[in-house]
């Protein structure tokens, strides 16, 4: 039987001050680091977002090939893991100055980073342990404000999965809306969201959404492209159905979730390691993987939604959702664009909610959702300038119910 939501009380005050954050994220991809600006304040129940900008700014050339090249299945040492981490914090710490100076007139509250993921630790269907570099005293150093970072780590330590966190965000979002629905994002890794009603949502990985599609690409094109640009190559080719049978056969698909899954399963060696005795064109090779995100996804929600609301980098990618459309007939599948959050700024806008979630000593995450024992405030916190910690839970309103997106003045 499904989990119900906990009872949720609030205290007299009606309306919080509002936070100006900027979140960052650079997603299993790994190719670009993204900023969202937002002002958050909570009314009632309703946890208001008012979008500032995003921006988006690519790894250096040399800081990216040093951290594809330590990725796993590739082994690193501890000198070229704390070369990356001071690399991806000055980075990141870029990044978030211009996010405050052009998103947000040069005046913010606190940033929250997810840090680069490096190595997500699933054994057996338990997570034991996950990486996240790129140091936040950088970012505070750089900015002066409060930083948020490592928020995933307190989930696992809690049973839970780490992942996906969007789970908080997607809930309070799309809780408002008719039917059942299902967040979708098709970063390296897909992962849903999927409402359940009153019941808590539940949130998952389905499997590889770009992870492989790029790793094809690279490899089938010498380097010379890093992703297949509006799906130009899949849109030539054909599925190869054995090909498709041996991918589907991996078990992680059929483990129930919640679950977490990552580039140390899902990489070029994997992908190689599957094409049989005859290899497929370029082109056939990249149908076979479109179609393999897309019924992943599609058996993993199917008959439990009636719409289905995509961000990330994949919905740029026309043959994958023209896919995704075809697996799930008689479902609305819409991008998150449609409903007010651009789909590339939609994970750096969560990771800004569950920061100010964490800045007011909320839980970041849903019970039930990762599949931790209790839900847990998220994160730690480093100081910007003038020292400042969260204020604690006392001083939030409560813990919000939805979250309404709403256009900058």
Not at 88 to 111: H, P, T
Not at 117 to 131: M, P, Q
Not at 139 to 166: H, K, M, N, W, Y
């Amino acid at each position: 039987m499904a989990e119900p939501l906990p009872e949720i009380r609030f205290s007299p005050v009606e309306t919080s001050r509002a936070l100006r954050v900027v979140g960052l994220m650079s997603g299993t991809s790994h190719d670009a680091v993204d900023a969202a600006a937002c002002e958050l304040r909570l009314i009632g129940d309703t946890l208001k977002l008012t979008p500032l900008g995003h921006l988006s700014v690519p790894y250096p050339q040399a800081l990216r090939s040093e951290l594809v090249a330590a990725l796993p299945p590739a082994s690193a040492t501890l000198e070229t893991v704390c070369r990356l981490d001071t690399g991806i914090g000055q980075i990141f710490a870029d990044v978030a100055a211009r996010a405050v100076a052009e998103l947000c007139a040069g005046r913010a509250d606190l940033v929250v980073s997810h840090g680069q993921t490096v190595f997500h630790w699933a054994s057996d269907g338990v997570v034991r342990g996950t990486l996240q570099i790129g140091e936040p005293a950088w970012i505070a150093e750089a900015t002066g404000l409060p930083v948020v970072s490592g928020l995933r780590t307190r989930d696992v330590a809690a049973g839970g999965q780490g992942a996906p966190l969007v789970s908080l965000f997607d809930a309070l979002w799309l809780a408002g809306r008719p039917g059942s629905g299902v967040a979708l994002n098709l970063g390296g890794i897909a992962n849903v969201t999927v409402l359940r009603g009153p019941a808590t949502p539940l949130a998952f990985d389905t499997g590889p959404a770009c992870a492989l599609l790029d790793a094809a690409t690279r490899h089938v094109t010498d380097g010379r492209q890093t992703f297949d640009a509006d799906g130009a190559l899949a849109a030539r080719g054909r599925v190869v159905p054995a090909l498709l049978e041996r991918l589907l056969d991996e078990p992680y698909y059929a483990r129930p979730a919640p679950k977490s899954t990552g580039k140390e399963l899902f990489h070029l060696d994997y992908l190689l390691a599957h094409l049989g005795p005859t290899a497929p064109t370029p082109e056939d090779l990249l149908a076979t993987l479109v179609a393999l995100t897309a019924r992943t996804v599609a058996d993993a929600v199917r008959g439990t939604a009636i719409e289905l609301v995509a961000s990330g980098g994949g919905t740029h990618n026309p043959v994958l959702m023209a896919a995704l459309r075809e697996e799930l007939p008689g479902v609305a599948v819409r991008t998150s664009d449609e409903l007010g959050v651009p789909s590339q700024a939609k994970e750096a806008l969560a990771f800004a909610v569950l920061g100010w979630h964490t800045w007011h000593g909320l839980p970041g995450v849903l019970p039930g959702g990762t599949g931790a024992r209790h839900p847990s405030v998220l994160g730690s916190v480093t100081p910007g300038a003038d020292g400042r910690f969260p204020p604690g839970r006392a001083a939030a309103v409560g813990q919000p119910t939805r979250l309404v997106i709403s256009s900058p003045k």
